[in-house]
């Protein structure tokens, strides 16, 4: 029943996928069903950019549900608010029930049961600030649907719209995962399924994006520099604070859920950018920041799904996501390792995959911030570069951690070694998934300039990319210019032409095999290896302004000399910054006021219809 299950929703995602790449191309309609849905009716609407996230979650959704097979959204539509919010709490109640559906069938249920608990408490903060947001713009205007309101914005002044995309940004930033409203991601990740964490990071985060594009370049249109700026500045935190606390956790798949805070950080950091050039009349720029930014979207979801599926499938053949008990899976689960390190050199940039294209991309639009004539801005745009910099930097040494200490070397526990590959079915989603990875690099001159068709409908200017020869993607005329398949070419000659050159001089090597030098110890051993704390421990000292570190050494001596030592534990757990200096002093905040506010539970009937007499009043006084 769960196979049946599984295969009708990868069909229905093939139709939404399908539905939505005709929406790209312009194939545009309206459906509004008036007595379906209380004030205001169903509205569902189809432009190019509801059509690039309809196909994004239809794309996602059926690589998860094939892995899902051997493993045991309707938002973007919306044209007004109550569909936009139905559908919105749908969503989020779905990956709620979801993570606590892991939570049920993990080994760490407490736990787990804390993270869908926090993600229901975020979720549904963020569901208020962003109805708030929505409420406030409704009353302004005088109707609910999105069409009146980016007519009406104009109209407003710079305070109300400024007052209703901070609202909106916090609810739709709570989604997406950004530095401060990021706590839920690293929870929920590692409690749900595999295949529900590469919908969750692949998709419905990016939800939080298309939300916030459509408040900042459609409902509130013209945009204001100081949004662009405070965008720009949240991503480039969210990015490195994503990172760095990536690079030093050893569960492999909150370490991709913290991977997916940097990701959503470099997004924020291109939207950022479109907002800031929208906003100083320099549109060409702001269409080349918003198609990186969309590529980066697109991107994300493909890798962050590989990189979880893959998680999930050394999950699945070992039983633990604690990186401190894997090691020598490469021998054990080739597939899985295989489909690993593409995902892992697609999310650290590195070429010639996907992951590398839209960074570059988007380092060209920000380098081109000279052009702005506000000093302010420029060095808003030279704190963004740093960032993103260094955050890219940072993701290359992690996943050389992920990768190295999880598929390499030899076992470090019996889990690791008795494991066992991947079922077809998820070697064949996690192979598409690859496959689509290397599609988006070596295709990217076809994708950007129709993700920058995409984008002009939020910016019109002409397009800021155009087509060269050798297939060469050339951004904002001749200021700089990549060509993905020479890059290829030159990267595979460059590993296949001493192996050509030696076969061509006949030269027939006698390698002799022999155990690894390990110090004049007789065979080598998993004890001898670096550990996931051994190889962040460099980085920890490095950034222990911000990660805080608490050491604790202990070590086991021999009672009949001290240099024998029989055992050495050795942990630097980490603290959260976020956590100790915003959320738990809110939350000791709100635990004092509701033991005052429990008085009012007196027990007494009488009471309590004193208080409905006295709300009935206030209402009929207002109204």
Not at 329 to 339: M, S
Not at 427 to 456: K, Q
Request: hydrophobic share 60%; net charge positive.
């Amino acid at each position: 029943m769960a196979a049946l299950v599984y295969t009708l929703t990868a069909l229905l995602g093939a139709a939404a996928a399908a539905t939505g790449v005709a929406g790209m191309l312009g194939a545009s309609w309206a459906v509004d069903v008036d007595w379906l849905v209380p004030l205001g009716g169903l509205a569902l609407e189809m432009d190019a950019l509801a059509g690039l996230f309809v196909a994004l979650v239809g794309a996602t959704a059926v690589p998860a549900s094939l892995y899902a097979i051997g493993y045991t959204g309707r938002v973007p539509l919306a044209a007004n608010v109550m569909t936009f919010a139905l559908a919105w709490e749908l969503m989020s109640l779905a990956s709620y029930v979801l993570v606590l559906d892991g939570a049920r069938a993990g080994r760490e249920p407490a736990a787990s049961a804390h993270a869908g608990w926090v993600y229901a408490v975020m979720t549904h903060a963020g569901l208020a600030c962003m109805l708030a947001g929505m409420l406030l713009l409704t009353a302004w205007t005088g109707s609910a649907r999105f069409a009146d309101w980016t007519a009406a914005a104009p109209a407003l002044g710079a305070g109300a719209r400024s007052l209703a995309w901070a609202l909106l940004a916090l609810g739709f930033g709570a989604k997406a995962g950004g530095v401060p409203l990021h706590v839920w991601l690293p929870l929920a990740h590692p409690a749900a399924p595999s295949h529900v964490s590469a919908l969750m990071s692949g998709v419905m985060i990016k939800l939080g994006i298309y939300g916030l594009l459509r408040a900042s370049f459609v409902w509130l249109a013209p945009a204001l520099p100081w949004w662009g700026a405070t965008l720009l500045l949240v991503g480039a935190i969210s990015a490195v604070a994503g990172v760095l606390y990536a690079i030093v956790d050893r569960d492999l798949k909150r370490l991709l859920a913290f991977s997916s805070i940097e990701n959503v950080g470099i997004v924020l950091v291109g939207t950022g950018a479109a907002l800031t050039f929208a906003a100083t009349s320099m549109a060409g720029l702001a269409l080349l920041a918003l198609a990186a930014a969309l590529y980066h979207v697109v991107n994300h979801a493909a890798f962050k799904s590989l990189l979880f599926m893959a998680a999930g499938g050394v999950l699945h053949g070992t039983g633990t996501r604690d990186m401190e008990a894997l090691g020598g899976l490469i021998k054990r689960q080739p597939w899985t390792a295989a489909c690993f390190l593409v995902g892992a050199v697609a999310i650290a940039g590195l070429p010639p995959l996907n992951g590398f294209v839209s960074e570059w991309l988007m380092f060209q639009a920000l380098l081109q911030n000279v052009l702005l004539p506000q000093p302010s801005l420029n060095l808003v745009f030279a704190l963004a570069i740093a960032g993103l910099a260094l955050a890219a930097g940072l993701a290359v040494a992690c996943f050389v951690k992920a990768f190295g200490i999880t598929f390499l070397a030899l076992p470090r526990s019996d889990a690791a070694a008795a494991a066992h590959e991947a079922p077809v079915t998820m070697r064949v989603a996690m192979v598409a998934t690859a496959v689509a990875c290397a599609a988006l690099a070596l295709g990217a001159s076809s994708i950007v300039p129709a993700l920058a068709v995409v984008a002009a409908t939020l910016v019109p200017a002409p397009p800021p990319v155009t087509l060269g020869a050798w297939l060469t993607l050339e951004v904002s005329g001749e200021f700089a210019s990549l060509s993905m398949p020479a890059v290829a070419l030159a990267l595979a000659g460059g590993i296949l032409l001493p192996v050509l050159l030696l076969a061509v001089a006949r030269v027939r090597p006698r390698p002799r095999r022999y155990e690894t030098w390990a110090c004049g110890r007789v065979l080598q051993t998993a004890r001898m290896e670096y550990t996931a704390t051994a190889f962040a421990d460099p980085f920890t000292r490095v950034f222990d302004f911000f990660y805080r570190p608490v050491k604790r050494l202990d070590i086991d001596r021999h009672p009949e000399s001290r240099f024998f030592v029989r055992r050495i534990r050795y942990e630097n757990p980490t603290r959260f910054i976020v956590d100790e200096w915003l959320y738990r002093p809110v939350g000791r905040l709100l635990r004092a006021a509701a033991r005052r506010v429990a008085v009012v539970q007196s027990g007494s009937p009488n009471l309590y219809l004193a208080y409905v007499l006295a709300a009935l009043l206030l209402l009929l006084l207002v109204a």
